[in-house]
């Protein structure tokens, strides 16, 4: 039988919601495997989740930087929330943002760029600080709007958008509305802007989900298809920017933001591309036991 830990089934419960002893036995039919025991979980009808969400941990700032048809975004870490309020360490912040915007937003060769300074705000600061990633987003005629969430500073937050719009309309009303549209990004958090770009392997794990899940009602073939599309189109509504209602109205698909739009602007308007970073989103930090710290502390005493 595979053996699993109590960290494994802790971090099951917290991603899915289920019991502690279904958590044990989807690790155990899985072999351990996490993404298949949330997906057992699920089609059992246990998990309290309909999605794996990123934890979020490690402290720091996003920051942004745009310039016209252009713009730049970039995560730098640090160990605590104090520090990311640190003038010095929201200045090394604005100084890659730029950097990005100006040079590209490969994140080794940023890194590269600005290891001397990261360097010395370490020394200065005392605390590790680390450069985890960065993007850059551009069209040839519109705008890249941009919206920090959270905001400690100009330009930096603990969320940050990206938003990309081609368009010949008017610049100024092209802004605003990207500006709205950007702000739903940061409450919604699509994965697309369209179904067609929608991960192929997610959307088959999807489908799987919801098979398996149909066929226990013992419905007729036709009607459990037609099931399993309706599923897969709540699912779009979930995850694709397009598909999405509006979170200012609370009823308008953003397609039709986006259409509507066009009148006022005066001329086509096309969401070409969007980011949207979380700080520490994914990162798990590590968390002690402080009892076993003292244990520990005790004994080497």
Not at 21 to 30: G, Q, S, T, V
Not at 128 to 143: E, H
Not at 216 to 241: F, H, N, Q, T, W
Request: with cysteine; glycine share 8%; hydrophobic share 45%.
């Amino acid at each position: 039988m595979t053996q699993v830990n109590a960290e494994q089934i802790k971090n099951l419960r917290e991603t899915t919601g289920a019991g502690m002893l279904d958590c044990r036995k989807a690790l155990i039919e899985n072999n351990g495997n996490m993404d298949a025991a949330v997906d057992w979980l699920r089609k059992k009808g246990l998990s309290a989740a309909a999605k794996k969400s990123g934890r979020i941990a490690a402290e720091g700032l996003v920051a942004v930087a745009t310039s016209g048809n252009k713009g730049a975004m970039i995560e730098l870490n640090s160990e605590t929330d104090f520090v990311a309020k640190n003038d010095q360490f929201q200045a090394l912040a604005k100084q890659i943002a730029e950097k990005a915007l100006k040079d590209g937003s490969d994140t080794d060769s940023l890194k590269a760029a600005t290891e001397a300074d990261v360097v010395k705000a370490i020394a200065t600061i005392g605390e590790n600080i680390s450069l985890r990633r960065a993007a850059q987003l551009g069209v040839s005629k519109g705008i890249v709007a941009s919206y920090v969430h959270s905001a400690t500073a100009p330009g930096m937050g603990k969320i940050g958008i990206l938003l990309a719009l081609e368009s010949e309309g008017n610049a100024e009303k092209l802004s605003q509305l990207g500006k709205q549209i950007a702000m739903h990004i940061a409450a919604s958090r699509p994965e697309a802007v369209t179904t067609a770009e929608v991960d192929a392997a997610k959307l088959e794990r999807e489908r799987n989900v919801y098979r398996e899940q149909a066929a226990a009602s013992g419905k007729p073939a036709d009607v459990i298809e037609k099931m399993i599309e309706g599923r897969v189109r709540k699912y779009y509504e979930e995850v694709v920017l397009m598909e999405q209602v509006f979170v200012v109205d609370g009823k308008t698909k953003i397609s039709q933001v986006v259409a509507d739009a066009a009148k006022d602007v005066g001329a086509p308007v096309k969401i070409t591309g969007f980011v949207r970073f979380q700080v520490g989103e994914g990162i798990e930090k590590q968390q002690g036991d402080f009892a076993a710290e003292v244990a520990a502390a005790a004994g080497a005493a």
